[in-house]
C-alpha cells in the first residue's frame, strides 16, 4: 500500500496533476477618455474589427457621468499566455474648438508589466479598420497640457505614466472619432508550488525505488 502511495503522489506531482504552470493571470485595464469611448473591447483578432463590448469601461448612458473624463473605469479579467489586442473607440462631445480636445488615457496591468497609453498605440479609421498612424502623445497624466490644467492635476486611479493620446488632427477637431489599439503578450511563468512539487515528486520516487530494492 505504501509503494502504490509513493509512484501515485510522485505521479501527480511530476505530471502536474495538482497545478499547472501556465494559468490565467489578473489582467487590470484603467482608462479614461474625453469625452467617451464608444465602443471598446478585447479583440478576436489583429484587426480589431470583431471586438467585444465592455460596459465596464467608460459605459452606461450617454450621461453626464460616462462623458466626465475626470473619472477612470477600470476592469480585471483572466487571460492566460499569449498575445491580446486592446481597441478603443474615441468620441468627441461638443463644439468644434481648440479647447475643446479630444483624448484616451489608458494602463493595462498584468503580472508585474504595465503598458501605458502612448505613441506606441495604433490609430485606426473609425469606419474602415484601416491603419492610419501611431497616436499623437499630448503630454502624460499630470504632466504640462489642457487636461492637467482642467482637472487641476492628474486624473487619480490612472499612472503618471500613461500620456493623452489622440490624432494629430486633434486640436483642429478634425476628427471627432478615432480607434485606438494595443496589445500585449502574456508568458507562461513557472510557479514555485510547481517546482516544489516537482522536487517531492522525485523524493518520492527515489522512496519507491528504495522500497522495492530493500
Not at 1 to 11: I, P, T
Not at 59 to 66: A, F, H, V
Not at 172 to 177: I, L, M, P, T, V
Request: proline letters at 4%.
Amino acid at each position: 500500500m505504501k509503494k502504490y502511495l509513493y509512484r501515485l503522489f510522485a505521479g501527480l506531482a511530476l505530471t502536474g496533476g495538482f497545478m499547472t504552470s501556465a494559468h490565467a493571470i489578473p489582467v487590470t485595464i484603467n482608462m479614461t477618455a474625453d469625452n467617451i469611448a464608444s465602443v471598446g473591447g478585447l479583440c478576436a483578432d489583429a484587426s480589431c474589427q470583431s471586438n467585444t463590448g465592455w460596459n465596464a469601461l467608460n459605459g452606461g448612458p450617454l450621461g453626464s457621468d460616462r462623458r466626465n473624463w475626470m473619472r477612470p473605469s477600470s476592469l480585471t479579467i483572466d487571460l492566460g499566455p499569449g498575445t491580446y489586442y486592446f481597441a478603443w473607440r474615441v468620441r468627441n462631445v461638443g463644439g468644434r474648438s481648440p479647447n475643446n480636445p479630444a483624448g484616451l488615457l489608458a494602463e493595462i496591468l498584468w503580472d508585474g508589466n504595465a503598458n501605458y497609453s502612448s505613441s506606441g498605440w495604433e490609430v485606426f479609421n473609425r469606419n474602415t479598420g484601416v491603419f492610419l498612424a501611431n497616436a499623437t502623445d499630448y503630454g502624460l497624466n499630470g504632466g504640462a497640457n489642457i487636461w492637467t490644467n482642467v482637472n487641476r492635476g492628474p486624473v487619480a486611479g490612472i499612472s503618471t505614466n500613461a500620456s493623452w493620446i489622440y490624432t494629430a488632427n486633434n486640436f483642429a477637431n478634425a476628427d471627432r472619432s478615432a480607434w485606438f489599439r494595443t496589445s500585449i503578450t502574456i508568458t507562461s511563468v513557472s510557479e514555485p508550488a510547481v517546482l516544489g512539487l516537482f522536487g517531492i515528486g522525485l523524493i518520492g520516487l527515489a522512496m519507491a525505488r528504495r522500497k522495492r530494492t530493500a
